[in-house]
């Protein structure tokens, strides 16, 4: 495991075993800062589980200490509470958390289109603002780092504008720039978000534009996973060559994940009549869902774990664990978590740190939802000790 998540890790346990212990003050950072040099491997990519270092206060994970006062405006005393106060957040990554074991992160916010750098007890910073169409599911909806981003310290972004669904790339004091432009755009299924397989490679999900036929077209980007290099070409190793299109069926993708040894790969859809979560595979279209919501609890955010999937639910509180075989299959049913006090509402976006731990960002004051004073957050959720048994 990575010395970053040994130390995110550590700090988190230890904050869990003392109850109200908080970050230490860090001045407000300006610009993009150099990051601890890890390799790639070891970069804070959401996909690659770790391990859970052992420690006396590992038996009470998952659980906030009970002592924990409610917020008090933006103040949040919860220890695992990054940044407050923010709009809906639709995506997270980790990005440094330093040997005192401040926490530091981007979000993303899917209706003002902002890109912020988030830390433990420091204001935001706002890095980006782009102009986003922000109507029905659009507007800035997926966020990835590189796989190298340690050293390039690369973004990259999903965003609606007023004609078109794009990937941008954000580099260092740069400019957010487009790199795959003229995804279709319509009335609905604009969301896409991001991820990255074990070459490399950027997958990106979109939305169907409104329009299924498009998700069926092998013409069109719309309704599909895409596969693309870092300059918005195609991928070498797609299904057809020359072409960006590595599998298709989408409507309006909420969460795309890959699996720490990096052989599975899943997004989740909304689909008219359930929330889908389809595995992703090479050139096959998304037709047969390896596991369907009907209630529609509005599935977002995915990470796959070594025996769940973890899913997270912007229409209702929590996430849920759903027991997973080393084949990809599933057995029983999802096991709602996250729920109460424990939780911290509705979420969006849900990357994994380890097999243990992820990233959220909180969706409470989207329509529907029941905010506190210190919502919307970036938080870090903890898996329950009996999450996702088979047992």
Known sequence: MSRLRA??????????????????????????????????????????????????????????????PPPQGCKDFNPLVIATCLNPVSGVAMTDVTQAGVVTALATERTTGRLLRVTKDVDPVVLHTIAVDAASDGGLTGLTLSPTYPEDQLVYVYATTATDNRVLRIAPGDAPKPILTGIPKGPSGNRGVLAYDRTGALLVATGDAGNPALAANPESLAGKVLRIDGAGQPAPGNPTPGSRVYASGLRSPAGLCVSGDGSKTWVTDAGETADLLYRVEAGKALTSAAWSWPDKPGITGCASLSDVMWVATANAPGTQFLPMNQDGSFTGKPEPSHQGEDGFGRIGALVALDDRTALIGTVNKAPGGAPVSSDDRVAILIRPESAGSKD
């Open 7 to 68: 130390a995110l890790i550590g700090s988190v346990v230890g904050l869990l075993a003392v109850g109200c212990a908080s970050f230490p003050e860090q001045p407000p950072p300006a610009g993009w800062s150099e990051q601890v040099q890890l390799t790639p491997q070891a970069g804070p990519r959401p996909e690659l589980p770790g391990e859970l270092p052992q420690s006396p206060g590992q038996a009470q994970q998952g659980q906030s200490p009970p002592s924990v």
